[in-house]
């Protein structure tokens, strides 16, 4: 695929997850799912975080928000990393995620402190 949303939302995708992250993820797609990559990579990336209305950081934030209340844990490792490369702080998230537990129950933030957690310590090493 090479629409310029493609290609738009391929540099910011591989700006917030890691160029090594993002090539291995199209590079692994097979016929199944390739169109799940492309679809991902120019909408979520291309169309949604290429906007001007909010920053990378504050849409990191949302998204661990979103992703913590939905339960989806590997999306959420995923964007831990990608938030603490835009610039949100572990204590940040903290709130994040204490927030998620407040309004969109416990067991969602304790998924969520349990993901972000080991995910911080693997970026500590």
């Not at 992703?67 to 999306?75: C, F, K, N, T, V």
Request: aromatic share 8%; glycine share 8%.
């Amino acid at each position: 695929m090479s629409s310029e949303k493609f290609n738009q939302g391929l540099e910011v995708r591989k700006a917030v997850l890691g160029a090594e992250h993002v090539d291995r993820s199209l590079a692994n797609a097979t016929d199944f799912d390739r169109p799940m990559q492309e679809l991902t990579t120019e909408w979520c990336w291309g169309t949604c975080w290429t906007r001007p209305g909010l920053s990378r950081r504050d849409r990191s934030m949302i998204n661990l928000a979103m992703l913590s209340a939905l339960g989806r844990p590997d999306e959420l490792a995923l964007h831990v990393r990608g938030a603490i490369t835009n610039g949100v702080t572990p204590e940040e998230i903290t709130e994040v995620f204490y927030q998620v537990a407040i309004y969109c129950g416990v067991p969602a933030g304790v998924e969520a402190f349990k993901v972000g957690k080991r995910v911080l310590a693997e970026l500590e090493k």
